[in-house]
């Protein structure tokens, strides 16, 4: 362990980062089985199933008692459906649907949810970011729907940062590489130091969370290489705490980070009952290329 990792840093240049694995969609349920109703596109741009919104649903009130909600400065979504469902439905706050001024999280049955409506009042602020997407290719339930057909769906979410309106990232017949997803782990993080927010929740899936954490803690100690960089649950919550060590010399460098993890996995077991969670804490210190 580097010798200067064991000082204090100042609040300012550290981050917490809250990350979310999608909860169960359809397409969970069919891989389950096999991989094959994968390639269909029955599953394009997998929903929130019926079990996955009763996780949704644990994991609100869970960010609700515990205050966390309270302390998110942003929500930063994946612009596939599965993870701005969850995304909206765990950080909304608790206003009303009809609240004047304040258009809806999500409207009323969004992507056959059979759900109803979302209200975006008492919350922070919430983006879609292509860069924290699914693996990309072949899947068509890794493919995102058209812009503009989300956007009536989920009104309060921002998505001017999405460059394309139409899907042109996934194409049919090549499946984006471990290696090539991790690279967009590490965009991701970088884009991440330019923003202000300092407390931000993050929206994504298996395959982002898994290569991304790999790559960000992969000269670090085994805690953090085996524990926390294990596949999250459908709707798990993990914890991270950021310290970007260019930026205490430099606030353009955006190398080297210091990673001071403190992970909260909240867990949800097989029932949907309320309150059946595994509660693991781990910390540690490290530094990472």
């Given at each position: 362990m580097d010798a200067a990792a064991t000082g204090p840093y100042p609040l300012h240049r550290r981050k917490t980062l809250h990350l979310v694995r999608h909860a169960q969609g359809i397409h969970n349920v069919a891989r389950e089985k096999n991989n094959d109703p994968l390639k269909s596109y029955d599953f394009f741009d997998a929903q929130v199933t019926p079990l996955g919104w009763q996780q949704v649903s644990n994991l609100h009130r869970h960010v609700q008692a515990c205050g966390l909600s309270k302390k998110i400065d942003l929500v930063i979504t994946s612009p596939l459906l599965r993870a701005m469902q969850t995304a909206v439905g765990v950080f909304s706050g608790e206003g009303c649907t009809d609240g004047i001024g304040a258009p809806p999280l999500m409207v009323a049955n969004a992507g056959n949810s059979d759900h109803p409506a979302i209200s975006s009042l008492n919350c922070p602020p919430f983006?879609?970011?292509e860069l924290c997407r699914e693996r990309l290719g072949v899947n068509p339930c890794d493919?995102?729907?058209s812009i503009s057909e989300y956007r009536p769906l989920f009104p309060a979410i921002d998505f001017s940062l999405i460059e394309n309106v139409d899907d042109v990232l996934w194409t049919p017949d090549v499946r984006e590489?471990?290696?090539e997803i991790a690279d967009r782990g590490m965009k991701f993080l970088s884009w991440l130091w330019t923003?202000?927010?300092k407390e931000i929740a993050i929206v994504t899936h298996s395959a982002f969370l898994l290569h991304s954490l790999k790559a960000f803690g992969n000269d670090c100690h085994l805690l953090i290489t085996n524990e926390p960089c294990k596949?999250?649950?459908n709707c798990e919550l993990r914890s991270v705490v950021i310290v970007n060590k260019g930026c205490l010399k430099d606030p353009t460098i955006q190398g080297k980070f210091l990673m001071d993890l403190i992970f909260q996995v909240m867990l949800p077991r097989t029932s949907?009952?309320?309150?059946?969670?595994?509660?693991l804490t781990i910390q540690c210190t490290e530094w990472s290329n």
């Open positions: 983006i879609a970011v493919k995102r729907r590489k471990d290696e923003r202000e927010e596949q999250f649950a949907t009952k309320e309150g059946l969670w595994r509660t």
